[in-house]
């Protein structure tokens, strides 16, 4: 076991230097980057004597940008390594700083509704394998499906339309209210966050929750086909008990495999959501960074997303391996 | 050997058996009839399980009646994708025409005016607002245009000038006085002017005066001024009543006194001819006689109030009034001869004997569009600005007559073609010397966020008009046939990618297999979204065309996916080499790529077949996504996230929800029924999963 999971992991830092390298190759061939932009800025300030060519200049030396992208990135990879991922070109304050003031907005967001969806989803998943082909199976199957197949933005914006706009619950955007921003604090500050995060975590929800819903169906359904199950009910036991005690325990062990897949997603952020949202998490950060051209930021926040998605793989794999014994490693 | 049909077959075997049986004609059958088992073939098993699936008929009925809608829609629907619409509607507090006093001079070009030097020409506004007095009636100016040419501006008329050009004749030069030296009391050093040679005894004395604060101080007999030349330097003259030194034939005294007299005005008149005064050196001045050539030019402020309103005053027409008004007040224009004369101050202009207009500076000007105003709107108008200006106030209404407008914004006419006049209250503001009149006016607009069905316009649009004044649902079907359009191509990039990359790691296995693999986990890892985000900012970077820029979104999307494709051919094609049938190919000895593409593909073709399915709501999704973002499809095309995107706003979304429901709903429905399709088809290519 021990060394399946070194060997992954190995393999994990190797996907990933080609990963970062092809993004950071990417980054760097924008062909209006921050510093261009930055340049034009400054050589249209009053008082300035230099013209946007010589600021360019100035600027990608002053930024590292002079060098090659091969030289560039590995000067990157030698500071990423020691945890040094430079300052944020967009926020103007230290990538890392930047990150720990986003990501716990990010994780809760994620985390309230990975718990809803976990809740909603995995029940109604089974009562639609339990019932298959009734009008029930019909109705969640459809449900599931939908929320799979509605854009973010389409999901965001009706909901805004409804509780914000039609009956004036929420906030249509923003993490706090306006009005009331740096005088709450403490738990009713935290209360007035948690207001706002309702619509988000409510689309997040909606959106999560056909998968999941689907995957517990399928799964239920296979394990009503075994036959430890006919033999549960050939010996009397009350349905009940079946679905609820022998089909359910066994039904967890893939669901449980994928949902400890998805826990580094919780930290990933939801990109679309979040700026809908104007929620000040990492995706929403992220996307100020990457439209901004902001180098070290988004390098950052790319390399962490593909470390959680590594991370991701890898739990479910090792999860598939220690929930369920008949699967052997290799 | 032929290949058999087994349905082929039995069916033969039936109808044989049939012949050999004795009785039973009537045609029923027996518990061990063949024909009691139909045997479908495997494709029309799988159409038969599909079409057994409710859900599976509803998404594909959605999918055609989606593809009808986007792909033949267009032919019959009446409107294009990028045709703008226009609709008149009430514009409140419209502005209608704007008024102010006249004081700029504006040049009116005559004949030969062409090779006046652009530079003379516009230097003339501002010398006459400047530096001349007005309604003097000598006045004149030469100008020179760096080169040879020089022009002469004159004073014609009240608010009229006239520029000429000239030719000047030096008649000679005089002084008025020697500049014998300057004196810097900074430095404390006097610098006698060249050719001055007084002793060292003058510089003693001249610093002494200075010193002492004197203005005129005498040596050897001569009296000398000194005059404060600023900078802390001192000017040391010689004033003496030098004679006028001719370079032609002199003229006499009469003429030195008028010379010497006019270095003021810097003009005078002797004898019928004009001349001028100019400086040439420091106490110097030259005398030239003006010879007036043809005029150029013709400056003045006025404007024509023409009575007649459906007239409209032309530049060339006012040109040939003006130069009337300074010479004989008459002219011929087209045919008619008019003529001018003055009354009660005004200065009218007639045609034959019939007034025809007035001479004003007060101009008053449609702020929309050409054609000309009413007289007694600018006449009221006038009194009231004049009156504004009395009592000091910036704004004030007025009732005054303007034209009846049409329902369609057109202006209305009686039988005899008059333009009709109804009361209007008109409010005018003022803004430093511009006057502004507005009103409420029918305008022709563009026909911006037309309401669904609204009988304002002509045009009916089923679902409104948007931003641009397109119709919504033309654009709905040219954003699904992109939207489609995009889903199928990079599914087929994607599968054409996934089988072969897929294909040839699963067949060959060992070190290729491995390198494959470990590329597909790299594509797996990547951030699909991010990535394309960047990408999108990179398009907006290089300001790609817009169907350019879609082609590359497709070849990206297509790329970023092909990875799970080739994971799941791979996986089938390793298990399939292992069968019995691929041992055959290979006994046979066929070539490789015919066993990969004819033999293990095809096997591989339902997965493929479901995979795509899914995928391509997916793939309608992230586009929908990235082009709401702005960074996908770009104006003029449209697709279906783009339209969402555009009334993505606050204010927008909650008034303009007729163009974004139904947009987001035909998204979510034709997602909805490609996943349906797909789980459809999966079902009956799998009907593993039927209890």
């Given at each position: 076991m021990l060394k399946f999971i070194v060997k992954r992991l190995l393999l994990c830092v190797i996907i990933l230097f080609f990963v970062m390298f092809a993004i950071y190759l990417l980054m760097r061939n924008l062909p209006s980057s921050y510093v261009e932009t930055t340049a034009r800025e400054l050589a249209v300030?009053?008082?300035?004597?230099?013209s946007a060519q010589q600021w360019i200049a100035e600027l990608n030396a002053q930024y590292g940008l002079d060098r090659s992208p091969i030289e560039g990135f590995v000067t990157w990879l030698s500071s990423a390594v020691k945890g040094e991922f430079g300052d944020s070109w967009y926020w103007t304050v230290k990538v890392t700083d930047k990150f720990n003031e986003v990501i716990w907005y990010s994780f809760f967001l994620g985390l309230i509704a990975f718990i809803l969806e976990i809740m909603i989803a995995i029940p109604l998943g089974v009562i639609a394998a339990k019932k298959q082909y009734s009008i029930t199976d019909y109705t969640v199957t459809v449900i599931g499906l939908v929320g799979i197949s509605m854009p973010s933005f389409f999901v965001a914006t009706v909901l805004k339309m409804v509780f914000a706009v039609k009956l004036g619950w929420f906030d249509p955007i923003g993490m706090e209210t306006a009005r009331l921003a740096g005088t709450l604090s403490g738990f009713r500050w935290l209360l007035d966050v948690a207001w706002h995060f309702v619509l988000p975590a409510m689309t997040l929800t909606i959106l999560g929750i056909g998968s999941l819903m689907r995957y517990t169906r399928t799964n239920t359904l296979e394990v009503l086909n075994a036959d430890y199950i006919r033999t549960a009910r050939a010996k009397g036991l009350s349905e009940r008990r079946v679905i609820g005690y022998h089909a359910f325990r066994n039904t967890l062990i893939p669901i449980v495999t994928i949902l400890g897949g998805s826990l580094?997603?919780?930290?990933?952020?939801?990109l679309i959501t979040e700026t809908l949202f104007s929620i000040r998490g990492i995706g929403y950060a992220s996307y100020y960074s990457m439209i901004g051209g902001d180098i070290p930021f988004t390098m950052f926040y790319l390399s962490f997303i593909s470390i959680l998605t590594l991370l991701g793989t890898l739990i479910s794999d090792i999860l598939y391996a220690v929930v369920d014994p008949r699967v052997r490693v290799n | 050997m032929e290949p058999k049909n087994f349905n082929e077959e039995l069916k033969k075997a039936e109808s044989e058996a049939k012949l050999g049986r004795v009785g039973n004609e009537d045609g029923t059958m027996k518990l061990d009839d063949t024909q009691r088992v139909k045997v479908l073939s495997p494709g029309r098993l799988v159409i038969k399980r599909f079409v057994r699936n409710k859900l599976a008929i509803v998404g594909a009925s959605i999918l055609a009646f989606m593809f009808i809608f986007c792909f033949l829609g267009p032919l019959f629907y009446p409107y294009h994708q990028t045709q703008k619409f226009y609709k008149t509607d009430i514009l409140q507090n419209a502005s209608y025409a704007s008024a102010r006093e006249r004081t700029t001079y504006s040049a009116h070009k005559l004949a030969g005016g062409d090779d006046v030097h652009r530079s003379v020409v516009n230097m003339v506004n501002s010398h006459i607002t400047n530096n001349m007095e007005p309604n003097q009636l000598t006045q004149l100016f030469v100008f020179d245009d760096g080169g040879a040419n020089r022009y002469l501006l004159q004073y014609e008329a009240d608010s009229v000038y006239s520029l000429y050009d000239t030719d000047l004749l030096r008649v000679g030069q005089f002084s008025l006085y020697l500049l014998i030296g300057e004196y810097d009391s900074f430095l404390r050093q006097l610098v006698l002017a060249d050719g001055v040679t007084l002793g060292e005894a003058f510089t003693a004395a001249a610093e002494a005066a200075i010193q002492d604060k004197l203005t005129e101080f005498e040596y050897d007999g001569v009296s000398y001024t000194v005059e404060n030349a600023g900078a802390k330097k001192y000017h040391i003259k010689q004033y003496a009543d030098h004679p006028l030194l001719y370079d032609i034939e002199p003229i006499g005294a009469a003429f030195e006194a008028a010379a010497k007299g006019?270095?003021?005005?810097?003009t005078f008149r002797y004898e019928g001819d004009t001349y001028t005064v100019s400086d040439a050196t420091p106490g110097t001045y030259r005398i030239d006689r003006v010879t007036i050539g043809n005029r150029r030019y013709i400056y003045s402020p006025y404007t024509i109030n023409l009575l007649d309103d459906t007239k409209t005053l032309s530049t060339a027409f006012l040109r040939e009034a003006l130069v009337a008004l300074v010479g004989d007040e008459t002219f011929e224009f087209e045919g008619e001869t008019y003529t001018i004369g003055e009354e009660d101050g005004e200065i009218n202009l007639y045609r034959g004997e019939a007034p025809y207009g007035i001479f004003t500076t007060f101009s008053v000007s449609r702020s929309n569009g050409s054609g000309a105003l009413p007289i007694a709107f600018k006449n009221d108008l006038k009194a009231k600005v004049n009156e504004m200006i009395d009592r000091n106030v910036t704004s004030d209404t007025l009732l005054t007559q303007l034209e009846l407008q049409n329902s369609d914004g057109s202006i209305a006419r009686d039988e005899d073609g008059k333009i009709i006049y109804v009361d209007t209250e008109v409010s005018i503001t003022r803004k430093g010397n511009e006057f502004e009149v507005r009103c409420d006016r029918l305008e022709y607009l563009?026909?911006?966020?037309?309401?669904?069905?609204?009988?304002?316009?002509s045009d009916t649009h089923l679902i409104g008009t948007d931003g641009d004044g397109y119709d919504v649902l033309s654009r709905i079907m040219y954003g699904g046939r992109v939207s489609l359009m995009v889903g199928f191509i990079v599914v087929i990039i994607e599968i054409i990618l996934g089988v072969i990359m897929g294909g040839i790691s699963g067949y060959f296995g060992g070190w290729v297999d491995t390198l494959i693999m470990r590329l597909v986990d790299i594509f797996y890892c990547i951030p699909t979204m991010p990535v394309l985000i960047i990408i999108g900012a990179l398009f907006d970077a290089v300001q790609m065309e817009s169907m350019t820029r879609l082609m590359w979104m497709m070849v990206v999307l297509g790329f970023l996916g092909w990875a799970g494709v080739a994971r799941m051919v791979r996986g089938q094609i390793l298990s399939l080499r292992e069968q019995e049938f691929m041992v055959a190919t290979e006994v046979g000895g066929l070539r490789v790529s015919r066993r990969i593409f004819r033999h293990l593909i095809p096997n591989v073709m339902p997965q493929l077949i479901v995979n795509a399915t899914a995928g391509l709501g997916s793939v309608i999704l992230t586009e929908s996504v990235l082009s709401f973002l702005g960074l996908g499809v770009k104006h003029p095309l449209a697709s279906w996230g783009s339209m969402i995107n555009s009334v993505s706003d606050y204010s927008s979304m909650i008034n303009y929800t007729y163009i974004w429901v139904p947009v987001g709903l035909l998204i979510c429905l034709t997602v909805i029924a490609f996943n349906f399709v797909g789980d459809g088809l999966r079902d009956a290519f799998d009907p593993k999963m039927k209890r």
């Open positions: 300030r009053p008082g300035n004597t230099k580094p997603g919780l930290f990933s952020g939801a | 006019a270095i003021e005005s810097k563009i026909d911006i966020y037309g309401r669904p069905m609204s009988t304002l316009t």
